[in-house]
């Protein structure tokens, strides 16, 4: 019996050990591509194992409620030796890891329970306090207890303060009001922290991955680690087809997933069960099943968008209360909701507006074609309605495939060069468009935002420096490099990296990395210095020149931008809407500029910061919604194929009035009138 129990008391750590040998190997694999095939290689060394240890702490701990100081303290050991351990392929200190992460979340989720059996008034002495610097970690267990039931309170009486504008009304129920909001807080807070415990790829595997992903960020803010549905459903947001279950789901002010839209022809649609409208509760799918409330968001959309689930549970709740589950078998459609799409601006001196949401390319596919096609389609739609003028909108355009964006840039210049590209050798490749002529030779706005990247500043670049076109917008992210994803085995491969390879400069010899593209007219937006640019990314690849470069090419009289540029500057210092722009973001700024000042715990002071913000959301919302003057019509050809298709009738209306209210394309507008004249 002895003998027995000793097996049996070894094999946990025998499997453990064979798990962080195979993980060993995957994280040598990982850094063999990215010293071999990365743009700018770093070594390994005692930077790295810092940038890893204190990123993979602060995204295990970000708010230091969940490790003890003594906790912490065994895994900083670790801190200068992880480069060590991968140089020597000696894994050992994931056990640590594995094994105080596991009895740290265990802990917190003990705690939630105790907390869930105690009383919990309503009006507390209880203060929290916020800080800009991080805070230490606790010494003792029952600090970490007093701040979950602190932030549990919080968290309720702000749920009840969430149901009303009118605090008097809610101060009277908020004892009836509690019960219903303290289960469902203590419910959202077990979910999330079961999540961690039992996540789909496995618990040791969980802390791998965020390894290998720390890892990868080190070199740059874009390289990454894959595992296959990963993989598969970053290929599919950037595709023109993909598996799909036929549905577009939206989430809503209280963080639910509502259904949107239902695509004809789909699974969704075929299921006969789904209305628009319904909120899925929980996915299920390869044997596991997701709650949506505590899921993460990356989670969901792997299960959604990725080939390697292809039957999927939906439990959805209609208006009614009703809760009833459907199951789906994906199928391969046509992504709509990241395709090319046109309409006619204004009824004298029509201009065109081409929206290209991303750079998708048709990976699999023969017959279909990519982004640069689409926008030539569109083009010449557009043409036939004798259109005076081109916008074409990559507002919260993320980029995608460099191959399509070189094409449709060449769409618009008569022939030369677009782009230098850069490999870690530093050999300069020029990229050149062959094919003399346009597909449209008036003029052109581009428009951009805070969120148009990598190839969406490929395109405006060269516009830019053609002056074929008028950048107009905000600064883009500052995206200069190009990816690719490679395999670390070549045989049946499971993990991949999403490695940086190339890096390109503008034809001027001058690069867009790390400070984006400037717009000839800059445009107030909402939240303008809070925007995720690469300027605010530690390791962000630095931006640099080419000396020296001295490309011919052909520009276009600089003259007619300059003034059009002036003109605008003149209406958008006298708009009303741009003025409320900048007047909400001055407050903005105020408040997340300063200090926030410790909260007590009590219904009045919740309430108050929950509604803090009301005045400024509804000034954004007000802007947001605002009809500008401008008219919108389809083309004749988009108005004969939706007038006897209700779907496609009802997602041409749903574009048209996000058309009709966004203040940056009637300003595009009325800069295509000015260079009209």
Not at 397 to 423: K, L, Q
């Amino acid at each position: 019996m002895k003998k027995l129990f000793a097996i049996a008391l070894l094999l946990p750590f025998a499997v453990g050990a064979q798990n962080n040998d195979k993980a060993c190997e995957v994280f040598s694999k990982v850094n063999t591509v990215l010293q071999s095939r990365h743009y700018k290689p770093k070594p390994v060394d005692d930077s790295l194992s810092v940038y890893v240890f204190d990123k993979v702490m602060e995204n295990l701990d970000d708010n230091r409620v969940l490790f003890l100081k003594d906790e912490y303290e065994q895994l900083a050991r670790h801190r200068h030796s992880i480069d060590d351990y991968i140089r020597n392929k000696d894994c050992a200190f994931f056990s640590d890891f594995i094994s105080i992460y596991k009895k740290a979340l265990e802990r917190s989720k003990g705690y939630i329970e105790e907390v869930g059996r105690e009383p919990l008034p309503f009006n507390t002495k209880d203060t929290i306090y916020y800080s800009k610097n991080t805070f230490p970690f606790h010494t003792k267990a029952e600090k970490i207890k007093s701040f979950l039931r602190k932030k549990i309170t919080y968290d309720i009486l702000e749920d009840i303060a969430q149901q009303s504008k009118n605090k008097d009304s809610l101060k009277v129920y908020v004892e009836v009001l509690g019960k219903a909001s303290r289960a469902k807080v203590l419910d959202s807070y077990l979910c999330k922290v079961n999540a961690l415990l039992n996540p789909s790829e496995g618990f040791d595997n969980s802390i791998y991955n965020q390894f290998y992903s720390v890892f990868c960020s080190y070199f740059d803010p874009h390289s990454t680690y894959f595992n296959y549905s990963e993989k598969a459903s970053f290929v599919s947001s950037i595709s023109t087809e993909n598996y799909s279950l036929g549905l577009y789901v939206s989430q809503n002010d209280k963080e639910q997933i509502i259904v949107e839209e239902i695509v004809p022809g789909g699974p969704a649609y075929k299921a006969d069960k789904i209305d628009k409208g319904d909120q899925i509760i929980k996915l299920a799918a390869n044997n596991t099943e997701y709650t949506v409330s505590c899921a993460s968001m990356e989670t969901i959309s792997n299960i959604v968008n990725s080939d390697t689930y292809r039957t999927v549970v939906l439990t959805l709740r209609k208006k009614d209360g009703s809760v009833y589950s459907v199951s789906l078998e994906k199928k391969v459609m046509k992504a709509e909701d990241h395709s090319v799409y046109s309409f006619v601006l204004g009824d004298k001196n029509p201009v065109g507006y081409i929206k290209v949401p991303s750079f998708y390319t048709a990976f699999d596919s023969d017959n279909n074609m990519g982004c640069a096609d689409d926008v030539a389609k569109e083009v010449v739609k557009l043409k036939k309605e004798n259109i005076k003028g081109l916008i074409i909108d990559l507002q919260y355009n993320g980029g995608g495939s460099m191959d399509e964006v070189i094409r449709m840039a060449g769409m618009f210049i008569n022939f030369g060069p677009v782009a230098v590209v850069t490999d870690k050798d530093m050999d300069y490749n020029v990229i050149k468009d062959f094919n003399r002529g346009m597909v449209f030779n008036g003029p052109i706005v581009v428009l951009v935002n805070g969120f148009s990247a990598s190839a969406s500043e490929f395109f405006a670049g060269v516009m830019q420096d053609y002056n074929r076109g008028i950048i107009v917008g905000n600064t883009t992210v500052g995206k200069a490099t190009m990816q690719t994803i490679l395999p670390l085995e070549d045989e049946n491969p499971t993990d991949f990296v999403k490695v940086t390879i190339d890096k390109f400069y503008r034809i001027t010899g001058h690069s867009s990395q790390y400070i984006g593209i400037v717009p000839d007219v800059e445009l107030p937006t909402f939240f303008d210095k809070m925007l995720p640019r690469e300027s605010g990314m530690p390791t962000a690849i630095k931006n640099d020149s080419i000396p020296g470069l001295n490309l011919r090419f052909s520009k276009m009289p600089q003259e007619p931008i300059k003034k059009a540029a002036e003109l605008s500057k003149i209406r958008i210092a006298s708009d009303a809407g741009f003025m409320l722009v900048s007047s909400v973001n001055d407050r903005i700024n105020a408040i997340y500029n300063n200090a926030k000042k410790p909260l007590n715990v009590t219904f009045d002071n919740v309430y108050d910061d929950v509604h803090s913000m009301d005045q400024i959301w509804k000034d954004i919302t007000t802007a947001s919604e605002k009809e500008q003057a401008f008219t919108v019509r389809n083309t004749a050809f988009t108005e004969e194929v939706t007038g006897y298709d209700e779907y496609l009738k009802n997602a041409n209306d749903f574009k048209i009035r996000s058309i009709k209210t966004d203040m940056y394309i009637n300003e595009a507008v009325n800069i295509l009138k000015d260079l009209n004249q």
